[in-house]
């Protein structure tokens, strides 16, 4: 009865969070039929009619609340479709959130006009995934948006339900949310098998509070599922066969076009491999890059924990300087292997999920300068498509916010409105161009990425005017946990960081070359818990996710097998590095994984 007890417990709690969630959507208020809005265009999944009387609702209440783009969520929308997205959502934060990406029921999308085309994506109708992604896509080209409940009707979507949450990017990776959900699906409803069958007198009262919960869950909301009471009275049989037939559905065309990328690209990774990785890697340097010391020792051997690629990476330390370094190097040919679909290609989702989640960090970062300055022109190097201007942009609206980048990412940000001026190329060739016209210039986690760091900062000194400040943040070699986590500690990334600068050799040099140091951040440029972050790391070693191209063989059921197991390792494995975490609290207030640093440079 206890165990029973506690099991209802936690279905009330989680249902209780589901109801809070739904409970902070709006309704679209009731419009009347007219001409539309030139400044607004409809998306809509499939055979979703939206009546011209609805269409003008939305328009009015997007242009009202200066939405980019809006949701219409059915309000007799499906359980399950309901619940996939309340599980993964908060409305009301949604709501407020000017940088994640796009959310919805995958029925109808009001969205402007402009953001449209520059997302590349045409009106009309399209599958219910295709709409998931095109609605996760255009959140990036607009400032606000939102979801709302509308008049039309709801779609039993679950033919579509497997791509249409990977395509939604709801977690990371993207191909979690699917066994996350079902995962909590089964579990619950294995739960309540077996208390019925150890002692059934309480697991009949559980079964009949199990059925109850989709009750308690949407009383009050302002959506009403049309199979609300079905679900409820038959969830014992719902459950399963849901899961069923979410599994079994044919692969959609969104589907389909995924995996022909993903085999094309196994072609080309199949082609290299089959070379050997040795050319990735070139010789050995016998004195250290930073001072010229030989003494050097093996510091860390690390893998790619990032895509799993194949190859291992060692790291030596400089015992004369401390300086930390990949020797040997991996190659230009070897950079551009695992750089490939990391932030582009087939990693392109992925990294725009995790960067759209790190605006926190990105507001630390100008409010550290502002203490010092107030920018007026500011120049980020190594800024991808510019996710930390389009956060700066917030707080400083009258500076100018260029973004500099070796990719084409750089481009896609001034197409996004992000970056002001984009240039691409490499910061050293393009030093003549921009000297003298930045008071502010960041290197956020870049200088670990170049092959020379110290011509990096000599590029800064001659390209900052005398009184610019130069902010530079990135990963702390000295941190506590990099020395116990070893080759499992996330900021090591190999084979990225080819640098890891101890912070007192930074600001040494930063004082050869006429700099001030300002302030600096240890503590409060933490990038999160270390335990957790080499966790999740490992699990993603031990393959995680199917899809990975470089694999030799395309998945099948030992794969997919193989994935099953880690979910399950995961859950133990995710729970001890948690509480290792929070044993660690108070080592992790005097240490942190990063730091950052504010110079300016002096006159004269």
Same mark, same amino acid.
């Given at each position: ?11 009330? /709690? ?27 265009? *409809? ?31 059915? #309000? ?5 479709? +309901? ?7 908060? =409305? ?56 709302? $409940? ?9 033919? =579509?339900? #497997? ?12 191909? *979690? ?12 409803? &294995? &739960? $309540? ?20 919960? !989709?009750? &308690? ?42 995996? %022909? ?22 010789? #050995? ?80 970062? @100008? ?8 920018? #007026? ?13 389009? %956060? ?18 750089? %481009?896609?940000? +001034? ?15 393009? +030093? /003549?161009? &921009? ?30 005017? !005398? ?27 190999? !084979? ?13 040099? *930063?004082?050869?070359?006429? =700099? ?14 270390? =335990? ?5 790391? @490992? ?21 997919? +097998?193989?994935?099953? /197991? $880690?979910?399950?390792? /995961? ?25 950052? @640093? ?7």
């Amino acid at each position: 009865m206890i165990i029973a007890m506690a099991i209802a417990a936690c279905m009330a /709690a989680n249902g209780w969070r589901l109801r809070r969630r739904l409970r902070g959507l709006r309704t679209l208020p009731p419009g009347d039929e007219g001409e539309a809005d030139p400044d607004y265009v *409809l998306l809509t999944a499939r055979h979703v009619e939206v009546p011209d009387r609805v269409a003008r609702a939305a328009e009015r209440y997007a242009r009202e609340n200066g939405l980019g783009l809006l949701d219409l969520m059915p #309000r007799d929308i499906p359980v399950d479709g +309901a619940l996939d997205l309340a599980r993964h959502t908060d =409305f009301g934060a949604y709501r407020d959130d000017a940088f994640g990406m796009g959310r919805g029921a995958c029925h109808a999308v009001l969205a402007s006009r402009d953001a449209v085309a520059a997302a590349g994506l045409r009106a009309g109708e399209r599958d219910p995934d295709e709409l998931g992604a095109a609605t996760a896509r255009l959140k990036l080209y607009v400032e606000r948006a939102d979801i709302a $409940v509308a008049g039309i009707a709801g779609h039993d979507q679950t033919a =579509f339900r #497997r791509a249409r949450m990977r395509a939604l990017a709801l977690v990371i990776p993207q191909t *979690l949310a699917l066994p996350q959900t079902l995962g909590a699906m089964a579990a619950g409803y &294995l &739960l $309540v098998a077996g208390t019925l069958a150890a002692a059934p007198a309480a697991g009949l009262l559980l079964a009949l509070w199990y059925c109850a919960v !989709p009750q &308690l869950i949407f009383a009050g909301a302002p959506v009403r599922p049309r199979d609300l009471h079905r679900v409820s009275l038959l969830r014992p049989v719902h459950v399963p066969l849901s899961i069923v037939r979410t599994l079994a559905a044919p692969r959609t065309g969104w589907e389909r076009a995924l995996l %022909a990328r993903r085999e094309e690209a196994r072609a080309r990774y199949r082609a290299e491999l089959e070379r050997g990785t040795g050319r990735f890697v070139g010789p #050995r340097s016998p004195e250290c890059p930073w001072c010229g010391s030989d003494e050097l020792d093996v510091h860390v051997t690390a893998r790619d924990v990032l895509q799993g690629k194949p190859g291992r990476f060692t790291l030596e330390r400089c015992g004369n300087c401390g300086h930390i370094f990949q020797n040997p190097r991996v190659t230009p040919e070897g950079l551009d292997f695992y750089y490939r679909d990391v932030y582009d290609g087939l990693g392109d989702v992925l990294a725009e999920r995790i960067f759209t989640s790190n605006t926190s960090w990105y507001l630390a970062r @100008v409010a550290m300068v502002r203490r010092a300055a107030e920018p #007026r022109s500011w120049l980020d190097v190594g800024t991808g498509k510019g996710h930390f201007c389009r %956060a700066a942009r917030t707080v400083l609206p009258e500076a100018r916010l260029d973004g500099l980048d070796f990719g084409a990412a750089v %481009a896609e940000g +001034a197409q996004r409105g992000w970056i002001d001026t984009a240039y691409r190329g490499e910061f050293r060739a393009l +030093a /003549a161009d &921009l000297a003298g016209r930045y008071d502010v210039i960041s290197m956020h986690h870049y200088l670990e990425h170049t092959t020379d760091p110290l011509a990096e900062l000599d590029t800064a000194t001659k390209v900052l005017p !005398p009184g610019g400040h130069l902010l530079i943040e990135m990963p702390d070699p000295e941190s506590w946990f990099g020395r116990v986590l070893r080759g499992h500690w996330v900021p090591w990334l190999a !084979p990225q960081h080819l640098h890891m600068i101890p912070l007192a050799n930074l600001l040494d040099a *930063l004082e050869r070359r006429g =700099f001030e140091v300002v302030s600096r951040e240890r503590r409060e440029a933490d990038q999160g818990p270390d =335990f957790a972050a080499s966790a999740a790391a @490992v699990v993603n070693r031990l393959g995680l996710d199917v899809d990975r191209p470089w694999w030799p063989r395309v998945p099948g059921a030992r794969e997919y +097998a193989r994935v099953l /197991a $880690v979910l399950v390792l /995961a859950a133990p494995l995710m729970g001890a590095a948690v509480l290792l975490d929070l044993l660690t609290v108070p080592i992790a207030r005097r240490n942190s994984n990063a730091y950052r @640093v504010l110079a300016r440079k002096n006159f004269g």
